[in-house]
């Protein structure tokens, strides 16, 4: 059971332009959500997160909005550079005693196209 | 800066052999936690620990136990490898607190069962 799905498994971006991933999720009792990015022979690094309580998180070049009715949550690159070219992974966590895990989804390649 | 290291990049074994994967993190951190990569599957937590000595079941434990005897040590051991556990399995760390936590992650160990 995928509770946090990335329905596209890549995406391909011109240089400048604004990449935009997606990630849905299915359990309503998620309450703060967090990008990753993965280089290849990489481990994965924290790239930003956004509270429920919020729906817009920035940072540089990255946003992250969240949409709590349609459970849906994207991550924007305006702009977009080469060095973004990664495997992006969207996470989601539950608060409360006994529940402390994320749970990730199955990740979006982006490359930029220079 | 975090480190978490990982014993071996690429590693080869046989059906049934015993295989023992080594993470140690320098950084004082409480929590740790054993993945597990695979293509169009996204990571999937496999054990975690909040203290040592202590283990929490991810959400694919079978086959698979673990060890923390020191708080920088977190080992994932394999009592009897199969085919379905080639993967690429990936450790990380975070402070405390809360799994939401930003995890610092290792490079991975690619195994291959043959």
């Known amino acids: 059971d995928q509770q946090v799905k990335q329905n596209s498994p890549s995406l391909s971006v011109q240089e400048g332009r604004i990449s935009i991933l997606n990630c849905d999720y299915t359990n309503s009792m998620f309450d703060y959500f967090l990008w990753y990015k993965k280089y290849p022979a990489e481990g994965p690094t924290f790239l930003i997160s956004i509270s429920s309580i919020k729906d817009k998180n920035e940072d540089g070049r990255f946003t992250v909005f969240l949409n709590k009715s349609a459970k849906h949550l994207s991550l924007h690159i305006v702009p977009s550079q080469p060095g973004d070219s990664a495997v992006y992974f969207c996470?989601?966590?539950?608060?409360?005693?006994?529940?402390?895990?994320?749970?990730f989804g199955t990740g979006t390649r982006l490359t930029i196209i220079p | 800066d975090v480190k978490v290291t990982q014993s071996s990049r690429y590693l080869v074994k046989r059906t049934g052999e015993k295989v023992f994967l080594e993470c140690v993190q320098d950084?004082?951190?409480?929590?740790m936690f054993w993945y597990r990569q695979d293509p169009g599957l996204g990571l999937r937590l496999i054990y975690f620990s909040y203290d040592v000595k202590m283990k929490e079941k991810g959400d694919i434990p079978e086959g698979y136990s673990v060890s923390r005897e020191k708080k920088e040590r977190f080992s994932l051991i394999l009592e009897s490898a199969s085919t379905n556990q080639t993967s690429m399995y990936l450790c990380?760390?975070?402070?405390?607190?809360?799994?939401?936590?930003?995890?610092?992650f290792g490079p991975g160990t690619r195994l291959t069962v043959l």
């Open positions: 990380a760390s975070s402070l405390g607190g809360s799994a939401a936590d930003t995890q610092y």
């Open positions: 950084m004082d951190h409480e929590n």
């Open positions: 996470a989601a966590f539950r608060g409360g005693f006994g529940n402390e895990k994320l749970t």
